[in-house]
């Protein structure tokens, strides 16, 4: 036993001292970092300073003294350059924009009483059509007053204002046809006009107005797209039958041209009536809210005292101002 006794004394002394010896040959752990105080970070300008408020339209258009209104130099009778025209020598416009005295129309009367009522001296520009729809100026004028319709699409991008006036879109064929008796004839037919306005989405079927219930009478036309709805009258007139059947256009436009002496005549009546209005550019980087509303309000001053109507008479020989008088411009912000 005593035997036994000395080799389990013997075998335990030998584990306490392999124990040992694992134990000396592990690493020491870390010591424990001491917890570090929060620290307090005091703020700074840079980091106090808010983005810088965007300018005031209306504001920077008073300092300027000018009013830069983009129009038409080829639409009678609401806007064409008067040839051989006087450039004022006390003009603030700049070299290249034309003042109002190188201008005549209904739009280009309006567009100046508005400039006079803001207290500034009225100054044109003559941008594509196009470009002034889309939106997006980037501040190459503040305003455009050239007989735009309101519509959805349009207010996408554009703020619009309190109409100055409503016209008939009519259709019109040369005179000398007999094939066409009414709107609906042109079902399938070469319809021209101007590329990217209300004619064109009427010609296709996507015309929306505010306050207006459209018929589309004219079904899958042939559309033939033109810089503006007078040169594609120049083409009606012609009468060979091959550019064109008809155009659809201004009423006014229209009879206009045929009062110039042009083979053309109008195909019934008028088919849907716009509502035009003065368009501000939503993206122009500036805050156009004070501008759009001093607008209205001077337009709005305009019908109540008349101007409106005595223009509309005189370019037009009938009141196309009245209705767009009574336009509720409040359900505009029913739209996104």
Same mark, same amino acid.
């Given at each position: 036993?005593?035997?036994?006794?000395?080799?389990?004394?013997?075998?335990?002394?030998?584990?306490?001292?392999?124990?040992?010896?694992?134990?000396?040959?592990?690493?020491?752990?870390?010591?424990?970092?001491?917890?570090?105080?929060?620290?307090?970070?005091?703020?700074?300008?840079?980091?106090?300073?808010?983005?810088?408020?965007?300018?005031?339209?209306?504001?920077?258009?008073?300092?300027?003294?000018?009013?830069?209104?983009?129009?038409?130099?080829?639409?009678?009778?609401?806007?064409?350059?008067?040839?051989?025209?006087?450039?004022?020598?006390?003009?603030?416009?700049?070299? $290249?924009?034309?003042?109002?005295? &190188?201008?005549? %129309?209904?739009?280009?009367? @309006?567009?100046?009483?508005?400039? #006079?009522? *803001? !207290?500034?001296?009225?100054?044109?520009?003559?941008?594509?059509?196009?470009?002034?729809?889309?939106?997006?100026?980037?501040?190459?004028?503040?305003?455009?007053?050239?007989?735009?319709?309101?519509?959805?699409?349009?207010?996408?991008?554009?703020?619009?204002?309190?109409?100055?006036?409503?016209?008939?879109?009519?259709?019109?064929?040369?005179?000398?046809?007999?094939?066409?008796?009414?709107?609906?004839?042109?079902?399938?037919?070469?319809?021209?006009?101007?590329?990217?306005?209300?004619?064109?989405?009427?010609?296709?079927?996507?015309?929306?107005?505010?306050?207006?219930?459209?018929?589309?009478?004219?079904?899958?036309?042939?559309?033939?797209?033109?810089?503006?709805?007078?040169?594609?009258?120049?083409?009606?007139?012609?009468?060979?039958?091959?550019?064109? $059947?008809?155009?659809?256009?201004? &009423?006014?436009? %229209?009879?206009?041209?045929? @009062?110039?002496?042009?083979?053309? #005549?109008? *195909? !019934?009546?008028?088919?849907?009536?716009?509502?035009?209005?003065?368009?501000?550019?939503?993206?122009?980087?500036?805050?156009?809210?004070?501008?759009?509303?001093?607008?209205?309000?001077?337009?709005?001053?305009?019908?109540?005292?008349?101007?409106?109507?005595?223009?509309?008479?005189?370019?037009?020989?009938?009141?196309?101002?009245?209705?767009?008088?009574?336009?509720?411009?409040?359900?505009?912000?029913?739209?996104?």
């Amino acid at each position: 036993m005593s035997a036994t006794r000395n080799r389990i004394a013997l075998l335990l002394s030998l584990l306490v001292l392999l124990s040992l010896l694992i134990t000396a040959c592990q690493p020491a752990a870390a010591p424990t970092a001491a917890p570090q105080p929060t620290a307090v970070v005091k703020p700074t300008e840079a980091v106090q300073a808010t983005a810088a408020p965007a300018a005031d339209h209306l504001a920077d258009i008073l300092k300027r003294g000018t009013l830069i209104i983009s129009t038409d130099p080829a639409y009678p009778p609401q806007s064409e350059l008067v040839e051989n025209a006087t450039r004022p020598k006390d003009t603030k416009c700049a070299a $290249d924009q034309h003042t109002a005295s &190188e201008f005549k %129309g209904f739009d280009i009367d @309006a567009a100046v009483e508005i400039a #006079k009522r *803001l !207290g500034v001296e009225a100054c044109f520009v003559t941008p594509d059509w196009t470009l002034i729809t889309s939106g997006s100026w980037s501040d190459r004028w503040d305003i455009s007053v050239g007989s735009m319709t309101i519509t959805p699409e349009r207010m996408k991008a554009l703020y619009f204002t309190q109409p100055y006036y409503t016209t008939p879109a009519a259709i019109f064929v040369h005179k000398d046809n007999k094939t066409f008796t009414k709107p609906e004839d042109l079902t399938g037919k070469k319809v021209g006009s101007c590329t990217g306005c209300t004619y064109e989405s009427y010609l296709d079927g996507s015309l929306a107005i505010p306050g207006e219930k459209i018929d589309f009478l004219i079904k899958n036309p042939q559309f033939k797209g033109y810089d503006t709805d007078t040169s594609a009258l120049q083409d009606l007139a012609l009468g060979d039958g091959i550019r064109l $059947d008809a155009v659809l256009t201004a &009423e006014p436009t %229209g009879q206009a041209f045929i @009062a110039n002496g042009q083979s053309i #005549k109008e *195909l !019934g009546g008028p088919i849907f009536f716009e509502y035009l209005s003065a368009a501000i550019d939503k993206k122009s980087g500036k805050d156009s809210v004070s501008f759009v509303k001093k607008v209205t309000e001077a337009v709005q001053q305009m019908h109540s005292d008349g101007t409106l109507q005595k223009l509309s008479q005189k370019y037009y020989g009938a009141d196309l101002a009245t209705a767009a008088a009574k336009f509720d411009v409040n359900v505009l912000a029913q739209f996104p």
